[in-house]
Structure formats: C-alpha cells, structure tokens
C-alpha cells in the first residue's frame, strides 16, 4: 500500500504530487496491468526473447 506523510503547512497539491511520484516507482499500476491482462505464452516468450536482445545490445557504462 502507497502512502505518504502530509506536512502541517504543506499544500495538497505538493503533496499529491508525491503520491503520485511514489505511487509510479513502487509499480502498481504496471504489476496491475500484468495481471489483468492475459499473455498468450507464445507472445510472452517472444516478449522475453526480444528484452533479453535489447539487454544485449545497450552497452554497459563503465
């Protein structure tokens, strides 16, 4: 669950801001998406094969 403290004299709008911050990092919406939606396996392993390339293909910074 996603919650954030509320300063005595901080704005609403400040503080919706960083719920809403918060509330993208900690991936909510992107594992509830995950979950609603079927992935047919032959789609998903092609998904798989296709980051695995990407992941091969960006350089690592050093």
């Known amino acids: 669950m996603v919650g954030i403290q509320i300063g005595e004299n901080?704005?609403?709008d400040k503080a919706l801001r960083?719920?809403?911050k918060k509330?993208?990092?900690s991936g909510v919406l992107k594992e509830f998406k995950k979950r609603t939606?079927?992935?047919k396996?032959?789609?998903q392993k092609r998904m798989e094969?296709?980051?695995a390339i990407r992941r091969a293909q960006i350089?690592?910074?050093?």
């Open 10 to 12: 901080e704005s609403i």
């Open 23 to 25: 509330y993208e990092r």
């Open 59 to 62: 350089p690592t910074q050093e």
């Open 18 to 20: 960083r719920f809403k």
């Open 41 to 43: 396996p032959s789609v």
């Open 49 to 51: 094969k296709l980051k």
């Open 37 to 39: 939606a079927f992935v």
